[in-house]
């Protein structure tokens, strides 16, 4: 499905962004304790190179224009000595950091847009890719997704769901949560200069449980195997209690149940009502739907990594061209649009296969097998994706 | 801002640096134990180790302030003297469970007081109808992960802006580790002055009174804190007592139970030639479930042990439980208090 790129598609893909930084320079800044940071980078020849350090912003400008990397990272982690293998850096802290992406979150678009291949013997579907080939059972599988708007407002939505868990339950001040669009297929929340700093990687664990909602135990509820109704309904959260249980607690007041007359009832009834329709099995089954209703869907592996690398704001995301960028209000930010950076000059390309897609308000395609011109912000998106290869621009 | 404690308290936790500096404000010089003033205190002191080490308590009575207070130190240097590390860690983790039980039955605002001094910790007292306090979740994460029951995870718990909500046995039972390392520390950075012959004496008859010291395999795998039942058992095995088929079945049950591998469990067992390992390892590997039917055994429970007379109940350590593995970690639950 995808076409392996040739010299000259990456010669381009190099010009285009070596003139970005070139032009951009000024604003690629450096992040707050540059010099504590390793840094790393993948080439358009997809060598991953790390344990680099910058002293000045200057120096990373520099790097940037000379080297153009694909990809540019950064660690979340502060060290003594960057530079060195992971065992000697001597870790000092590492911000809180959070990865929503859009490839874990279902949508319903899914089955339209994305697509995959078995390298093995050529079956193909549409929507999320099988672990294994039904036909072969092969595990080794090419995809091809898509993170179309709707995709990214679901994303949007689970990061908008994180910031209410860092705010209120954390209670993290807002000016510390930095949300960036990840300049492909969600969103990273990173949280700088806390107190949290410190944690390890099991303390990082429990906090990326429980946002993602993971192990909640009924019982923490109020709800016990064996014990009367006058316990548990002592036992039971009320609508403004902080936390999950307060959250399960809102969340009843939204719902009906058949039979259930609401006047002069607390919240308190209203769940043990249900508790009763449905038994504990059935109520667990319920509120396990609920928990995973209302936490956000963050990639557990970034969360509890204290030595992960990150991209970098305000470089280029090599598969796609488009920008990490900023989001400094969520709520009206377009990813599509806001993080389409790259200019409109046209460019000749040959498209192999790519379905209908939208990108700084135009929309493009279908195309199959074909020759086309293109602005340069959607050929770099094609051609990063390996759908596309450039054909001729001068 | 300066922690005020009374002599009382003191002498309850007398792990305190307040505790210390008010031993260090009686100027004493190791030649001073040889008079009889001292002599009550040096006897306490004596009692502290044999309790701890022999049967992992230290009583709570406190008949004189200023003796108890007195004691502590002088304990730590007894302990010290005896040279042997296992003892040191026996000796601690048996002041920090007798913190435990005097913290659980504690006022509110001596125990911040405490928090404060001792581990740095605020606690904010809280008038929920459950929970007595609140603490910074990051106090509460760095020491809650090392439990692995879902009541402690931070899921489970009310956060709010940064803070978690504590009951105060939930508290003491976070914190004994720490109260159990800032004793071993005190007494491994302890430098033994010229000890007169007196104490040399009280060792001596400390060290006659002492359990053999565990072989390397065992302290390896049992650095912790075993229930009661267990240890009697573990004390049986080391002093080369027979141990009856039911206790053996406790111990192997238990160890698979808390996540020790078949050949950790093994190596518990002494080499003895009467303990061929082949039988061992068959017995063992038979209660893990690879032999035979293939069912892994469960740890037998606290009301079967008390019927096979394994049981020695602790009233506080455990209260509650209903099975040897549930020993150490109270459940959580909701219900209000009174
Ligand atoms: S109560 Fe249970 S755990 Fe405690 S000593 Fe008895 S049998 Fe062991
Ligand atoms: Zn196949
Ligand atoms: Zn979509």
Redesign the interface.
Known sequence: MAISMDNKTIEFLKRTFREFYYKNSSKINAPIRMNEREFGYMSFDKVMIRHLSFQTEGELRAFLVKEVPHSVYYSCAYYHEPTLSMDEKGWKGADLIFDIDADSIPTNCKEEHDKWVCKDCNFMGKGKRPENCPKCGSMRIDEENWACSLCLDATKNEAIKLIDFLL?????SKDKIKVHFSGSRGYHVTVEES??E???Q??R???S??IS?????L??L?I?KGASYD?MR??LPSIN?????GRIASFFTKLEFEGYDETNKDIRDKILYAYGKMGYKGFEDFTKEIVNKLSANIDVMVTTDIHRIFRLPNTLHGNTGMLKKKCDDLISFSPLIDAVVLSNEPVKLFVDKAPKFALKGNSFGPYNSEKVILPLFASVYLVGKGLAKVIDSD | MKIEFGLEDLAKYPFLKEAGDYVKGLSLSIEDLRQDDYQPALKRAKERVIEAIQKNFISIEILEPNLEILSFPLALMLVKAIGIDYFMHRYSLAESLRAERLLEKEKKSIISNIFKSAFNVNLISTEHDVFDFKM???DY??R??HFHK??W???????????VYVKTHELVRLMREEIRRIVYERMKSLSLPKIPENIKEIVDEISKALPPVPSKELQEVTPGMFPPCVMHVLDLLQKGQNVPHYGRFLLTSYFLGIGKSVDEVINIYPKAPDFSERLTRYQVEHIAGMRGGRRRYKVPSCRTLITHGLCFKDEILCDRIKNPLQFGRK??????KN
């Open positions: 209120e339950d954390f209670g993290i107190s949290l410190g944690l390890d099991l303390a664990n429990e906090i449980d429980y909602g993971m192990g909640f135990s019982e923490s109020g016990a316990d002592r036992s209690e902080p936390g999950w249980r | 910074s979740m990051i994460l760095i809650a992960t879902p009541e995870k931070l899921i489970n718990r009310i956060v709010e802006k940064g803070f459940p959580v639950n909701f219900k209000k």
